[in-house]
């Protein structure tokens, strides 16, 4: 009884942290954001192994590069899937944030997949980023399998409006500092710890305004998210970009398996004091050097390497081949943009 009171506590943790859960309510203190639920036929369509893009990205030379080499009873299994409406839904949502945004599912990001996108960022300009992304991420294809069970999120009558369908969440493209980002950890309703979100790098501003940052994001909570979500234990992200103002990001459940702990260890975030008045900011307090990053556990994938190493080996008529080229023509469409915005400027 007690291992399924904690299966049960942990779902419903982890639906309260969905995106499109919370969001609404803290609109006010979150950046503009759009969410988009995923069609059925969309979701099998990012879960499958097949890497090939929808037809609405391609150009009618592309399309027909696909059948090049094969034998006709072959071609069914190689034609490109089709998602009209959604792709066009993707497009308008995108145009409404200015034509740019930074792209998630219901909980994490695509940061796993990068590589796959011209100068590495997580900022999508169009269909063709979005499907790469998504395509490519083993985070969000875990998102996409999670099971939303039924959860109570101790409102009367409220867990009827909780959404347990898989989303895409388009937040209006910012630059953001990495050293304005920062996470923090809720036990009993009590902030306890902060730490910085680029951990374990060395930001100089952290050390001379560590007052000033516990006291911005300490208001925050308790004037905006203390009362108002309804998890006793819970992480939150912020962004902290000048005095007295921050940003909320994301919630996450404060648990092992879905939040990293940054600067400290989960056994230390158990000891600390549970009083919201002194939480506490760990940082460094000195440039220790070049230190690890985690986007760098996020290249090219091996077997990526491989196949594109062996589509230099086999016939011209190999799908490695196709897939090859395909990569490399929009890496260099995306450089051709890319000068054109220099010039432009």
Known sequence: MHERNAINKANNDLVMCSFPNWHKLFAKISMKSICIRIPDDVKRYLLDEMMILPKECMSEDQLNEVHVGYEEEDTE??????????????TEKLDELGGSAFLKTNWRSPKDSCWITAGQTMKVKDINDVYQLLKASSLCQEDL??????????????????YRDSFLVFKKWREIHPGTEFRCFVRNKNLIGISPRDWPQYHAHILTQNKDIVNDIKSMF???????FSLNDYIFDVVRDTKDRVYLMDFSPFHEKWSQPLAFT????????????????????????IQPRESN????????????????????????????????????????????DVNES
């Not at 399998?145 to 909780?162: C, F």
């Not at 939480?279 to 440039?287: G, S």
């Open 297 to 340: 556990n996020y290249g090219i994938p091996t077997d990526v390497i491989e196949a594109i190493k062996a589509s230099y080996e086999e016939g011209e008529n190999s799908l490695n081949e196709f897939l090859a080229s395909r990569l490399s023509n929009i890496v260099d469409s995306r450089n051709r943009e890319n000068e054109n």
């Open 222 to 228: 308790k004037e905006h998210i203390k009362t108002k």
């Open 266 to 289: 989960w056994d230390e975030l158990l000891e600390l004091t549970e009083d919201d008045d002194e939480p506490e900011l760990r940082y460094l307090n000195a440039d220790c050097g």
């Open 145 to 162: 399998t999670q099971l939303n069970a039924s959860v109570d999120d101790g409102r009367e009558g409220s867990s009827s409006t909780l």
């Open 77 to 90: 299994n190689l034609e490109p899937p089709e998602f009209p409406e959604f792709s066009k839904l993707i």
